[in-house]
């Protein structure tokens, strides 16, 4: 069973919301902090669209929410809180990109784009994002043809196949048009953070230490050990629980 802790005091204006590995692949807490003050947290087996809605539901409206972008999370967001602005993590768009770039591109194409990419982080003004979607769009119209590319093949029937020749290419552009219009949320909500770092490292860093001192205990101890953190986390706000 899911089971919610909602922090007393809780504040709605920055939500950042991010899915840890809590059990071995079997378990995962879903935390969000608020105004990087209070924790809310539950557990699920798998990061879906239903075990966010048994955290969020329950929570008051956010301003703005700060994510992943995680296909199971932005259904949610966008039905349970259509006036709330989301904020894409920029490192996690950052360490998508470079899963299909690597660390050195083969293509010239893929080199301009990872340079573009490593600007991401310096851009703190409405000007900068200005200039990155502009250079973005050039770089899609520059390798339009590029990008089209196919290659074919013909099997062992006889039949014909197909596919784009630059797949990781297409797989970053396609990355980078659906991020941008939440990617520089920020910029117009003073003191919204531009990515989920304040629970990647300062909240995460703390359940996976402890998970590894602590390793070959149960599922359900893994539980106990993780909400005990969190609310060690939380220490001296009023907490309540609800199942």
Not at 52 to 78: E, K, N, Q, Y
Not at 205 to 218: F, K, P, Y
């Amino acid at each position: 069973m899911s089971r919610v802790t909602l922090a007393g005091g809780l504040t709605d204006r920055f939500l950042v919301a991010r899915a840890t590995l809590a059990g071995g692949g079997t378990l995962l807490a879903l935390i969000g902090l608020a105004d990087n003050r209070h924790l809310v947290w539950s557990f699920a087996p798998r990061e879906t669209s239903g075990s966010w809605f048994a955290l969020l539901a329950s929570l008051p409206v956010p301003t703005v929410v700060v994510c992943d972008g995680h296909s199971g999370l932005m259904p949610i967001l966008r039905a349970l809180w259509p006036t709330t602005a989301i904020q894409r993590c920029h490192f996690h768009v950052l360490k998508l990109a470079r899963v299909y770039l690597t660390l050195r591109p083969r293509t010239s194409a893929g080199r301009e784009l990872q340079a573009l990419l490593w600007t991401l982080t310096s851009c703190r003004t409405h000007q900068a994002r200005e200039v990155f979607q502009n250079k973005f769009e050039t770089w899609c119209r520059r390798h339009e043809i590029l990008l089209s590319e196919r290659s074919r093949s013909i099997d062992e029937r006889g039949r014909k196949h197909w596919w784009y020749t630059h797949k990781k290419l297409r797989g970053v552009r396609s990355l980078l048009v659906h991020a941008l219009p939440n990617l520089f949320t920020f910029l117009d909500y003073p003191g919204c953070p531009n990515t989920t770092n304040a629970v990647e490292g300062g909240v995460n860093a703390q359940i996976a230490e402890a998970l590894r001192l602590h390793r070959g205990l149960h599922l359900h101890q893994k539980q106990t050990l993780v909400s005990f953190i969190l609310a060690k986390i939380n220490q001296g706000k009023t907490t309540r629980k609800v199942a």
